[in-house]
């Protein structure tokens, strides 16, 4: 079992940053990779990135190059760099991690975006 507590949310300005970060505890030796994902009012649940435990990354379209994804292995974490914020990435922002077999959530953090 993992547990995974994301901290960071917070209200911003449209063009304004802020840095989302996900604490793993528990059975961290088998996540093979972590992420983050975010829902928006009436939407469904999107993926906004990926990092592998090689390193590897992806990032959904819409974030690609404006935000950044990073993993301390020392520190069981998994962080967001988000920058150029736009009003619609407002959402609750979700960590999630992968083992073989199975996966775990956060419990969300809320960015929001005014213009």
């Known amino acids: 079992q993992v547990q995974l507590v994301e901290s960071g949310g917070g209200l911003v300005q449209a063009g304004g940053s802020l840095r989302l970060s996900c604490a793993a505890s528990g059975s961290i030796f088998s996540i093979n990779a972590m992420g983050w994902y975010r829902q928006a009012p009436g939407k469904q649940r999107e993926l906004v990135a990926t990092i592998t435990s090689g390193g590897s990354t992806n990032y959904a379209g819409s974030v690609k190059g404006r935000f950044t994804i990073s993993r301390d292995h020392a520190k069981n974490t998994v962080s967001l760099q988000m920058n150029s914020l736009k009003p619609e990435d407002t959402a609750v922002y979700y960590c999630?991690?992968?083992?073989?077999?199975?996966?775990?959530w956060g419990q969300g953090t809320q960015v929001t975006v005014s213009s």
């Open positions: 999630r991690a992968w083992r073989l077999g199975s996966d775990s």
